[in-house]
């Protein structure tokens, strides 16, 4: 923002600052407000008092003087009386007024406390009743027309007597004055501290007045200033939000385009689904008859290799036995070499007998031949075994090399089921996820068409928004008006309603303008961007 | 004994007065004014306070009768007065300091004792009553 020197003044900072100040003051004040109650509950006691006794005491006193002076006017009066009528309601007049004032003085008792009070009245009550006395008198003598008698008592008792009450009465008079003068110069002190503390309060409420008065301008200026710019920045907010919600619109329209497309490529890939669930199920059937076909093929592997088993003993029965045709070989080839021998010996034997031997000789030539035909054969026969124990030597060694290797068929025969039957109940475990990615195909297809719903209810809301736009852009207006400017305001109208009215009436074509127009508010979002809450 | 004797006579004299004597009230005066002209006009203005000295000087007293038919008679005569509204009127007189107060009494006796005993006093009495120390004025002389 552009106004460094604002930022110094934080709203939160001030009003905290001018809580703290006020929350001082307010515990200045309600010291001061205590002292004050204090004060003035200490004055409502005494003058309540003075209300309550002393003030009635007086009002008492004032009545008592005067039901006193009545009834001396009365008893004056009597003397003047015009006829005995008069007299009589004369004298009844001072006798009532002398009652009243003794009922008075019995009142002033209860009213004004006090040994010194008590003894006044008791001497006040004395001399009215001695005054009575001497009215009764003065009465007695006119009524006997002792006119002489009546003078006297006129001008000297009854004066005396009246005088008396009189000064008894100033004396009961002062004493009640005093006290109240007493109540009174206490209850004017407090009052006195009383005024200072109201105005020191008043001063201070004054000056916090004053204070609040400046403070609330104050404020209101900066705010009315933050709220000018805010408003400001509102309208172009606003302006830009009509945008957005026209782009928003379109999005909107494209997104359930995109959603319907989609839905379609589900239903594609849902049927490709359907027919690899198929496949996957003849697959799950070929692996299960593979399955068996290679239990099988383990059932012949194991065969083979058991008959190979006996075929080896049996190759080693034949070498066993070809050893043993050996030895008998070699027996009779000894008898061949010695047969041998023995025709030598008889062709030797033949000779020396000459011709008588002749015939000897040819037989022991033959033998000799026989000998060594025997030798021959019995020689390759040993040979043809030796080849035969080397062979079957050979074969028992192949034959364990091929039991190894059937042992080895055998087992990987056995790992083929194994892997075989795997495959099959994979292949099964593959047409249940099959069945379940076509489960959650649906499921997508649905959540596709909810996608669509919600991308038309969207593009609706986009509607919506621009509307709710306009209104934000009505209310800046008012915050303007309230504020006083009429810069945001004569901003903010413009900049909305058309773009309103292109939204509305057509939506779809609106890409390109809100496109525009979001370029365009780009640098100005960039501008307006509040950096701060500060004022 | 006989003082007794003669009150008690007295008293029945009295009491039967009206009845046997046809008495009539009859104005007394001190001896000292005899000789005065005592007109009605006088008497009246002598009796009501307007006069307070005589002729000759001396001033004017008056013993009267605090009540009876004597009293009623003579002052009606004299000042068209009961005796009750006489003594009232000289009630207010005397007590406001306009005149010497008359000087009231029970009986006639004590009337006529004063009256002879005071100079310058007037009073009324029965005729019968009056005698010679005092001077008697007669009504109308």
């Known amino acids: 923002m552009s106004h460094p020197h604002v930022h110094f003044w934080n709203l939160r900072r001030a009003v905290f600052g001018s809580a703290l100040g006020f929350a001082f003051f307010a515990v200045l004040t309600f010291v001061l407000a205590a002292g004050g109650y204090r004060l003035s509950r200490s004055s409502a006691a005494r003058t309540a008092d003075l209300t309550g006794h002393l003030l009635p005491a007086l009002g008492t006193l004032g009545q008592l003087g005067e039901s006193t002076l009545k009834s001396h006017t009365a008893s004056l009066q009597f003397v003047l009386a015009r006829d005995e009528d008069g007299m009589k309601a004369r004298a009844a007049e001072a006798a009532q007024q002398v009652r009243f004032a003794e009922e008075l003085i019995k009142r002033l008792e209860t009213q004004v406390p006090g040994a010194s009070a008590e003894a006044l009245l008791e001497a006040l009550l004395a001399s009215l009743r001695g005054y009575a006395g001497t009215a009764a008198k003065l009465q007695a003598l006119l009524r006997d027309s002792d006119f002489d008698g009546a003078m006297k008592v006129l001008d000297g008792d009854l004066a005396k007597a009246y005088q008396d009450v009189e000064k008894r009465l100033a004396a009961v008079n002062t004493h009640v004055a005093e006290l109240s003068v007493g109540n009174g110069r206490a209850t004017q002190e407090a009052l006195e501290q009383s005024v200072k503390i109201s105005v020191t309060l008043g001063s201070i409420i004054v000056g916090l007045s004053v204070t609040a008065v400046g403070l609330v301008f104050f404020v209101g200026r900066r705010v009315t200033i933050r709220f000018n710019r805010t408003a400001e920045e509102l309208s172009s907010v606003s302006s830009r939000i009509a945008t957005e919600a026209a782009g928003l619109d379109t999005s909107s329209t494209e997104l359930a385009t995109g959603a319907s497309r989609q839905a379609a490529s589900i239903e594609e890939t849902s049927a490709s689904l359907e027919e690899m669930a198929g496949m996957t199920a003849n697959n799950a059937d070929s692996a299960a008859k593979a399955r068996d076909l290679a239990a099988r093929a383990r059932e012949a592997a194991d065969a083979g290799s058991a008959d190979m088993e006996h075929m080896t003993r049996a190759m080693e029965d034949i070498r066993t036995s070809a050893t043993g045709i050996s030895a008998i070989i070699k027996t009779i080839d000894e008898i061949a070499f010695q047969t041998n021998i023995l025709a030598l010996n008889a062709a030797v034997e033949a000779a020396r007998a000459g011709e008588a031997g002749m015939g000897f000789a040819v037989v022991a030539e033959e033998v000799r031949n026989l000998a060594q035909r025997s030798a021959n054969a019995a020689r390759e026969t040993t040979g043809r075994i030796e080849d035969a124990v080397a062979k079957s030597q050979r074969g028992a060694e192949l034959s364990l090399k091929v039991a190894a290797g059937l042992a080895d068929v055998v087992a990987k025969a056995r790992e083929v089921d194994t892997l075989v039957t795997n495959i099959a109940g994979t292949a099964q475990e593959q047409a249940s996820g099959i069945n379940e990615l076509k489960r959650a195909m649906h499921e997508i297809n649905n959540v596709t068409q909810a996608t669509a719903v919600s991308a038309e209810h969207g593009a609706s809301g986009a509607r919506d928004l621009t509307s709710h736009a306009a209104l934000l852009a009505d209310s800046v207006g008012a915050l303007n008006a309230c504020v006083g400017s009429t810069t945001g305001r004569q901003a903010a109208q413009p900049l909305v309603t058309p773009q309103v009215t292109s939204i509305r009436t057509a939506a779809p074509q609106a890409t390109r303008p809100a496109a525009a127009a979001r370029k365009a508010a780009k640098p100005q979002s960039r501008a307006s961007q509040p950096a701060s809450i500060d004022f | ?141």
Do not use: C, Y
């Not at chain 2, 009961?82 to 009494?105: C, D, E, V, Y």
């Open chain 2, 1 to 141: 004994m006989k003082t007794t004797f003669l009150r008690w006579g007295m008293l029945s004299l009295l009491a039967l007065a009206p009845l046997a004597l046809r008495a009539e009230p009859v104005l007394i005066v001190h001896k000292g004014l005899e000789g005065q002209a005592l007109d009605a006009a006088t008497v009246k203005s002598a009796l009501l306070g307007k006069k307070v000295a005589w002729d000759n000087g001396t001033r004017v007293t008056i013993g009267a009768l605090k009540s009876g038919p004597v009293a009623d008679g003579a002052l009606k005569a004299a000042v068209d007065q009961t005796a009750s509204q006489f003594l009232n009127h000289w009630r207010r007189l005397a007590m406001t300091g306009g005149g010497i107060a008359p000087k009231s009494f029970d009986s006639e006796a004590e009337v006529l004792k004063f009256v002879a005993e005071t100079p310058g006093a007037i009073g009324f009495v029965d005729s019968a009553t009056a005698d010679a120390s005092v001077v008697v004025v007669k009504p109308g002389s």
